[in-house]
């Protein structure tokens, strides 16, 4: 079956741009969740969506947001970039969110903001 | 403050070898911990996961040894391989996650051949 799709796979921006990203799950999960992996910090959660509802949220600001569709397919928006918010963006499905198996990752999307 | 630390950035094993990749936490309130695996340009791949209730977990060359009174897990690896070579993040949840691990930093294993 098809993995976790994650649309685009580089992206570069300017400081006070937005951007969009986005996220396709594996059929049938309901769950999605959103990482951002820099050198740093490694990788942080940002929040997760189940079912059209935001069910779960990281420390981040509120620039970051996100929204689930009726088909699962999840989009997260970054707004007025900042040069500390290059990194590697993850999404992440899950059939409910809390299976002990773990999620099944997409290849993320890296952005970069000049 | 880091609930998950890995706390060696590297770990370089000789082909055929044992690799040991350790971490620690500090909330006892996780229920699950999980090992992923990371390739460059890639997704973390999950590998295999430990409930708090057990000790250990055994999946073919890969076992997770769980020390609750140390609240100490280790992943290892037998024998390690050249393709074993990527990055392994330590992973913890709790019974209702809503989608949130809490990740390590990563060790990245290099195994020589």
């Known amino acids: 079956k098809a993995g976790v799709t994650q649309t685009p796979r580089y992206l570069i921006k300017t400081r006070g741009q937005q951007v969009t990203l986005s996220c396709s799950p594996i059929?049938?999960?309901?769950?999605v969740s959103w990482y951002q992996q820099t050198p740093g910090q490694g990788l942080q959660f940002l929040f997760e969506y189940f079912s059209e509802t935001q069910r779960n949220k990281g420390n981040f600001p509120g620039r970051f947001s996100g929204r689930q569709f009726s088909n699962s397919r999840s989009e997260m928006n970054v707004s007025t970039l900042e040069l500390g918010d290059s990194a590697l963006y993850l999404c992440?499905?899950?059939?409910?969110?809390?299976?002990?198996?773990?999620?099944?990752f997409g290849s993320g999307t890296r952005l970069t903001v000049v | 403050d880091q609930q998950v630390k890995q706390n060696s950035p590297s770990l370089s094993v000789q082909e055929g070898r044992i690799s040991i990749l350790n971490c620690d936490y500090t909330n006892s309130m996780f229920d699950y911990f999980l090992w992923y695996k990371k390739y460059p340009a890639e997704g973390p791949t999950f590998l295999i996961s430990i409930s708090s209730i057990k000790d250990k977990n055994e999946d073919g060359r890969f076992t997770v040894f769980l020390n609750k009174s140390a609240k100490h897990l280790s992943l290892h690896i037998v024998p390690s391989q050249p393709g074993d070579s990527a990055v392994y993040f330590c992973a913890a949840m709790g019974r209702r996650s809503q989608g949130n691990l809490i990740f390590g930093k990563g060790t990245k294993l290099s195994v020589k051949p």
């Open positions: 059929s049938g999960h309901r769950s």
């Open positions: 992440a499905s899950s059939l409910q969110g809390d299976e002990p198996y773990g999620y099944t």
